[in-house]
Each structure stands twice: as C-alpha cells, then as structure tokens.
C-alpha cells in the first residue's frame, strides 16, 4: 500500500533582536503543512503548492532541495511526492522556507524504512534553508525542526543547544505588508563591525542569555538591542519605529525584527498590554492606508509533527 504521511512545521522568529543568526524560537499556531507520499518511481515530484507562488522544479524548491539532501545522504532510490500548503507567506520574516525544508526532511523521514532521529535531519534540512537565504543560518530551521528556542554555537561543526523557554510571554507578531527576501537583507548588512560594537553586541547576548535562563523580564527588554541588523534592516520595514514607540509604551518587555522582516515581534506580560499594542498598530497601519497582519501566539516547545 502507498504510505503518505501529512505533517506541519512551525513557523519560527529568529535573531531576537541581538541573536543575529545564532538563536531563534518555534512559534505556537503558525505553521506550514506538507503531504509526502512514496511514489513508485523514482525521484521526487511536487504535486501542488497552495498559498504561494514558488517553483514545482524540485531543484528550485527549498523543500524538495532539503529532501534531496536527505534521500543522498541515506541512500536507495525512493520517490516521493510533494504538496505543500504554505499558511504563513514566503518573504515574510517567520522563516516561511525554514519551515518548507524542515517539514520537508521531517515527513520524508518518516516514511524511510530506517528513519533517522529528528536532531539527524537538521543538516538535512539546513541544505534547503541554504538554497533560499544563500547562506547556512540555523536559527529558523534548528527551531522549526526541533521546537523550543534554540542557540547556535557554531556552523564548522553544527553546535547548537535548547534555551530555557519563555512560554509564558505573550507575542505579539506584526506583519506589515512588504516582502523581503532573506538574501537581499543579509547583503545590505555591514561587512565588518569595529570592537567597540561587538562589545555591545555581544554583551546584550550573553545579557539575554541570562535573562531567558532567570525569566528576567527588565534584563530581556534591556539586552534586545541589535547594533548589526536592526539598524539597516529597519528602513525596510514599513513604520518600524512608530511601531516600536507604540510597543515600548504598553510596556512590552521586547520588540525587534522578526528574522530578517517585514514582521516583527513584541514581548508582553499581560493580554492587556498586548491587546492595546495590537488595536493602537492597528490604528496606525490604517491611517498609513498600509496592510497588516497580526498574529498573537508564544513560543512552542513542538517542532515538526504529524498532523493526525
Ligand atoms: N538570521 C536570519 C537573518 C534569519 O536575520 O538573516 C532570516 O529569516
């Protein structure tokens, strides 16, 4: 019988504000589906992608380029099948092609007759994150595979551990209409940083570090500033600092981009205060005669699943 197995994967915010490629976190309610079926002849075909306008040539398609990577890696000569439904956009900053390449890895594993451990996909999944963005980064594809909030130590060998996770902060996600495409917002970043601001830099990382492990909530809001992305990143984002004003007066306890835009994230304490930050960007977004999104959500402990 054909074995055909339906999966989601979470969408994801990386950076953190400070955490440039190095830590991002799966989030609850936003997500990706894929159906991978086994196929009878060899080599992988996609079928369908609802949501999207992105490339059925499985050597152009993130989620086919990382399944390639895995099928290679394990050997034989399988073929599998593709549909895929994107339910967050492409180009958005919540790691839309992290998703498609981790899904992707996650639901191909599970119809192997030896399957790897899901931690044993993550270069895998890496492989198709690489293709979209141009540049191995596993701050959306580690959390999207494996949920929780994740650090990356190091690429040259894969070194990345679990952070405490920050449940109980509320997240309010804002997505401005605009699309942004990974690879173009790493090129427009600085190619060198003086001392001076890696000292900043990484003195609010470890600062952050130690917030999420205390849930220190005064030192999480005092250490999310970026000094490399989020200073460049920002004028492509419609109304990033009204945005931002609006955040930090409803006491959100962090606000910054999310991966490389046009979303970005706030922290918040209480439902109230996020309630308020939402209805005043609502307002603001209206008078701008510009669309957003907004989605309320948390970080998720789950990455890759079967969807029953
Ligand atoms: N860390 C990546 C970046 C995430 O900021 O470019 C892209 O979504």
Not at 19 to 42: K, Q, R
Not at 187 to 211: D, F, K, Y
């Amino acid at each position: 019988m054909t074995k055909s197995v339906k999966v989601i994967a979470p969408a994801s915010v990386a950076n953190i504000g400070c955490g440039y490629d190095t830590i991002g976190f799966a989030l609850e309610g936003i997500y990706e589906e894929l159906i991978v079926t086994e196929s009878e002849a060899p080599g992988l075909v996609i079928e369908s992608v609802e949501g999207a306008s992105l490339s059925l040539v499985p050597e152009e398609n993130v989620a086919t380029v990382a399944a390639s990577a895995l099928l290679k890696h394990v050997g034989g000569n399988q073929g599998f099948s593709f549909q895929i439904k994107k339910l967050f956009l492409p180009g958005s900053g919540l790691g839309s092609s992290a998703s498609s390449a981790a899904g992707a890895v996650f639901a191909v594993n599970q119809l192997l007759p030896s399957p790897l451990e899901t931690r044993e996909l993550l270069p895998f999944a890496l492989e198709g994150e690489a293709y979209a963005s141009k540049c191995y980064h596993a701050d959306n594809v580690a959390p999207s595979l494996l949920g929780g909030c994740i650090s990356v130590r190091s690429y040259q060998p894969l070194d990345y551990f679990h952070l405490p996770l920050a449940d109980e902060l509320k997240i309010l996600i804002a997505r401005p209409y605009a699309e942004i495409k990974t690879a173009e917002a790493k090129g427009i970043l600085p190619t060198e940083i003086s001392v001076p601001t890696a000292r900043n830099q990484w003195g609010n990382l470890a600062s952050l570090i130690h917030a999420l492990h205390e849930k220190d909530w005064d030192r999480l809001s005092n250490s999310i500033e970026d000094y490399i992305a989020e200073p460049v990143r920002k004028s492509l984002i419609p109304c990033y600092d009204k945005m931002k004003e609006i955040a930090m007066a409803n006491d959100s306890v962090g606000y910054n981009i999310s991966g490389s835009g046009p979303s970005v994230f706030a922290f918040f304490e209480t439902d109230e205060n996020l309630l308020s930050c939402k209805a005043e960007m609502e307002s603001l977004f209206k008078n701008e005669n510009i669309d957003c999104d907004f989605f309320e959500t948390r970080m998720s402990a789950e990455g890759c699943r079967v969807k029953p």
